[in-house]
């Protein structure tokens, strides 16, 4: 006995048995750490504790708060690497926020990762849609009520930013806005998930979404990747049928919010009550805010300038609503955005808007005795010259230049006057045209991301493409605003889409870049779902072979077109399969469509008196 209390170590008090994982999470102490890192739970008015990751650079005081809303993890945010160095720790969008000694927030939404609470997706507001008392406007109104009340090392002055659904949560927190927060910039801000946002454009539905979807509903953490077993995207949306057949054999019709898109193709009350642009119409604009988008932004290229345009009656002294828009594709802009595709920038487009734009932006209304910045109503990168420029509005042109479709498939800003009334194509929903080549893969950044620069040449001499191409330029063209589709068109079959792309095409010859001769890079694309044509709550049958007139607007564009360039048109009725295929018979929910109601179908586009199709352009004079 006394020689084992000789061997037994004097400290010794921790039992052989005692766990080894501790029950609490982990943190590792760093002495030499030029931050410091605290999780919390903050709890909401209904009782729900968010998760809230908060990095504070150390000896911080009089800081100000910047503050990110996600669905997407907040721990991960704030650790891109283990290190006791704060720009290592936090992304490279944040390198302006912690030059400058910002207090880092991320937090989890409630019911995603370590949040409490259910998840529903990008939640509406309390109202019509949502009967709890709870929204992404009070979860933020509480959540900066908490932070400072409760961060002594704060001046008190939060600001938010976030792309895309965390766009969205900035918008969000500006419906009744804390009176602390002082200064956003929602970034490709979801804004209407119908007109023109991820889940659909003017009525078609975006496929691809089905796979995100599972990622981020079938968990509160990390979800499912839908595993086809099919290497190109194509044929398995192509073999599956419709959406809600390729749905159902993932089982994907599990998921509820797969059902609610299901139960709502048309824009009913369910999208018009969400439609944030419109909610925020309504309020007073009482948060200076810098609303952004990508020039290609391949998700939420609508949401940003319908924001801009809602708010912009409010700032009377053009200094409270601002829209910038860079040559980027989703998301980029927190980022690298030198290039995009193979079109390459002045410099890193992203890192120059971030330090020379957004920060002084911030700094102006978050940071003790910073100047006054001169913030731009309006920054946008004109592409063509490829240069940055400060506008005091958007847009500069209505879309009053009509560019008309001619005979022979030329374009031309006189009136058509050729013999030739009209041009056709046969669209087959069994063979649709691909949004990208094949193979399709959507899951692959490095096709979904830029593929709205991808070279539209592929597509133009299809036999269901129809292509018309004005002559080379000898002058600039100058466009800054929103193009409109103007078409006179029939069908013979009862329901159609139609793909307008508004292309630059680059001289054959480029010796700077000889792989850009001949490009054909689009400026300007959307799809329209032509049963909605008398109203997006209106669905209704297309009268076979009738000539009828389809309007609608394309994405906005700040484009020169180079003398030596050409402009192009092109149309066609499917583009799969980011869209899902319309049937080209009208049935009361394309969702539901059988193997039976997809037919081919032949589509006049006109060219004459009285019916002259074009593209109307904001042309700058
Ligand atoms: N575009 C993504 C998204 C936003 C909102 C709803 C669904 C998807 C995103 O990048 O967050």
Same mark, same amino acid.
Not at 85 to 98: E, Q, R, T, V, Y
Not at 138 to 158: E, F, H, M, Y
Not at 482 to 495: E, I, K, R, W, Y
């Given at each position: 006995?006394?020689?084992?209390?000789?061997?037994?170590?004097?400290?010794?008090?921790?039992?052989?048995?005692?766990?080894?994982?501790?029950?609490?999470?982990?943190?590792?102490?760093?002495?030499?750490?030029?931050?410091?890192?605290?999780?919390?739970?903050?709890?909401?008015?209904?009782?729900?504790?968010?998760?809230?990751?908060?990095?504070?650079?150390?000896?911080?005081?009089?800081?100000?708060?910047?503050?990110?809303?996600?669905?997407?993890?907040?721990?991960?945010?704030?650790?891109?690497?283990?290190?006791?160095?704060?720009?290592?720790?936090?992304?490279?969008?944040?390198?302006?926020?912690?030059?400058?000694?910002?207090?880092?927030?991320?937090?989890?939404?409630?019911?995603?990762?370590?949040?409490?609470?259910?998840?529903?997706?990008?939640?509406?507001? #309390?109202?019509?849609?949502?009967?709890?008392?709870?929204?992404?406007?009070?979860?933020?109104?509480?959540?900066?009520?908490?932070?400072?009340?409760?961060?002594?090392?704060?001046?008190?002055?939060?600001?938010?930013?976030?792309?895309?659904?965390?766009?969205?949560?900035?918008?969000?927190?500006?419906?009744?806005?804390?009176?602390?927060?002082?200064?956003?910039?929602?970034?490709?801000?979801?804004?209407?998930?119908? #007109?023109?946002?991820?889940?659909?454009?003017?009525?078609?539905?975006?496929?691809?979404?089905?796979?995100?979807?599972?990622?981020?509903?079938?968990?509160?953490?990390?979800?499912?990747?839908?595993?086809?077993?099919?290497?190109?995207?194509?044929?398995?949306?192509?073999?599956?049928?419709?959406?809600?057949?390729?749905?159902?054999?993932?089982?994907?019709?599990?998921?509820?919010?797969?059902?609610?898109?299901?139960?709502?193709?048309?824009?009913?009350?369910?999208?018009?009550?969400?439609?944030?642009?419109?909610?925020?119409?309504?309020?007073?604009?009482?948060?200076?805010?810098?609303?952004?988008?990508?020039?290609?932004?391949?998700?939420?290229?609508?949401?940003?300038?319908?924001?801009?345009?809602?708010?912009?009656?409010?700032?009377?002294?053009?200094?409270?609503?601002?829209?910038?828009?860079?040559?980027?594709?989703?998301?980029?802009?927190?980022?690298?955005?030198?290039?995009?595709?193979?079109?390459?920038?002045?410099?890193?487009?992203?890192?120059?808007?971030?330090?020379?734009?957004?920060?002084?932006?911030?700094?102006?209304?978050?940071?003790?005795?910073?100047?006054?910045?001169?913030?731009?109503?309006?920054?946008?990168?004109?592409?063509?010259?490829?240069?940055?420029?400060?506008?005091?509005?958007?847009?500069?042109?209505?879309?009053?230049?009509?560019?008309?479709?001619?005979?022979?498939?030329?374009?031309?800003?006189?009136?058509?006057?050729?013999?030739?009334?009209?041009?056709?194509?046969?669209?087959?929903?069994?063979?649709?045209?691909?949004?990208?080549?094949?193979?399709?893969?959507?899951?692959?950044?490095?096709?979904?991301?830029?593929?709205?620069?991808?070279?539209?040449?592929?597509?133009?001499?299809?036999?269901?493409?129809?292509?018309?191409?004005?002559?080379?330029?000898?002058?600039?063209?100058?466009?800054?605003?929103?193009?409109?589709?103007?078409?006179?068109?029939?069908?013979?079959?009862?329901?159609?889409?139609?793909?307008?792309?508004?292309?630059?095409?680059?001289?054959?010859?480029?010796?700077?870049?000889?792989?850009?001769?001949?490009?054909?890079?689009?400026?300007?694309?959307?799809?329209? #779902?032509?049963?909605?044509?008398?109203?997006?709550?209106?669905?209704?049958?297309?009268?076979?072979?009738?000539?009828?007139?389809?309007?609608?607007?394309?994405?906005?564009?700040?484009?020169?077109?180079?003398?030596?360039?050409?402009?192009?048109?092109?149309?066609?009725?499917?583009?799969?399969?980011?869209?899902?295929?319309?049937?080209?018979?009208?049935?009361?929910?394309?969702?539901?469509?059988?193997?039976?109601?997809?037919?081919?179908?032949?589509?006049?586009?006109?060219?004459?008196?009285?019916?002259?199709?074009?593209?109307?352009?904001?042309?700058?004079?």
């Amino acid at each position: 006995f006394l020689l084992a209390a000789l061997f037994q170590p004097a400290l010794a008090q921790t039992p052989y048995m005692a766990p080894d994982i501790p029950a609490t999470k982990f943190t590792a102490t760093l002495p030499e750490a030029d931050y410091v890192k605290q999780e919390v739970m903050i709890p909401m008015r209904d009782g729900v504790k968010l998760h809230t990751v908060i990095v504070i650079p150390k000896g911080a005081q009089h800081a100000p708060i910047m503050l990110t809303r996600t669905p997407y993890n907040a721990s991960k945010r704030a650790e891109r690497m283990e290190s006791p160095h704060i720009a290592s720790l936090l992304g490279d969008a944040d390198d302006a926020f912690i030059e400058h000694g910002y207090i880092r927030v991320y937090q989890d939404v409630r019911g995603k990762y370590g949040s409490e609470g259910d998840y529903v997706m990008t939640r509406p507001l #309390r109202g019509a849609l949502n009967n709890t008392a709870v929204d992404h406007s009070t979860d933020a109104w509480d959540t900066i009520d908490w932070l400072v009340k409760n961060l002594p090392q704060s001046n008190g002055k939060v600001g938010m930013v976030g792309s895309s659904y965390e766009g969205f949560t900035v918008l969000m927190a500006l419906v009744d806005p804390h009176p602390a927060l002082k200064a956003a910039v929602p970034m490709s801000p979801m804004v209407d998930g119908w #007109r023109g946002d991820d889940w659909f454009h003017n009525g078609a539905f975006r496929e691809s979404n089905l796979g995100y979807i599972a990622s981020q509903n079938a968990a509160r953490g990390k979800g499912v990747e839908i595993a086809t077993g099919i290497y190109d995207d194509y044929d398995a949306f192509l073999r599956a049928g419709s959406a809600s057949d390729f749905a159902h054999q993932y089982g994907l019709d599990q998921l509820n919010f797969t059902r609610k898109i299901f139960e709502h193709p048309a824009y009913d009350v369910y999208w018009q009550e969400q439609a944030l642009d419109k909610i925020l119409g309504k309020r007073d604009l009482k948060v200076p805010t810098m609303t952004l988008v990508g020039r290609w932004d391949q998700e939420d290229i609508y949401g940003a300038y319908a924001t801009y345009a809602a708010l912009e009656p409010k700032d009377k002294d053009n200094n409270m609503n601002f829209l910038v828009v860079g040559p980027w594709r989703h998301s980029q802009v927190n980022g690298d955005g030198s290039s995009l595709g193979p079109l390459k920038w002045t410099g890193d487009t992203a890192a120059e808007f971030r330090r020379d734009y957004m920060l002084p932006f911030f700094d102006q209304y978050l940071r003790d005795g910073a100047p006054r910045f001169d913030t731009p109503p309006v920054l946008s990168y004109q592409t063509g010259p490829n240069r940055w420029r400060r506008l005091d509005k958007w847009p500069l042109a209505p879309a009053s230049t009509p560019l008309y479709l001619e005979p022979g498939q030329h374009l031309s800003f006189n009136k058509p006057a050729g013999q030739q009334q009209f041009d056709e194509y046969v669209s087959d929903p069994a063979k649709p045209v691909p949004f990208v080549q094949r193979p399709v893969r959507m899951g692959d950044g490095n096709v979904w991301r830029p593929w709205l620069v991808a070279d539209q040449r592929p597509y133009s001499d299809r036999p269901d493409v129809l292509t018309y191409v004005s002559e080379p330029l000898k002058a600039p063209l100058q466009l800054a605003g929103q193009p409109m589709v103007n078409l006179f068109a029939a069908t013979s079959g009862s329901d159609v889409d139609w793909v307008v792309k508004l292309i630059d095409v680059y001289p054959d010859e480029v010796a700077r870049q000889p792989e850009m001769g001949g490009y054909q890079l689009a400026i300007a694309m959307d799809i329209f #779902r032509g049963r909605y044509k008398d109203g997006f709550d209106k669905p209704h049958a297309i009268a076979s072979n009738k000539v009828e007139r389809y309007r609608f607007a394309l994405p906005n564009v700040d484009h020169v077109f180079l003398p030596g360039h050409r402009v192009m048109v092109q149309i066609q009725s499917s583009w799969f399969p980011l869209y899902d295929r319309n049937p080209q018979t009208f049935v009361p929910n394309i969702f539901y469509a059988k193997p039976q109601d997809y037919k081919k179908a032949t589509q006049r586009i006109y060219h004459a008196p009285g019916m002259e199709s074009a593209i109307e352009l904001p042309v700058v004079k």
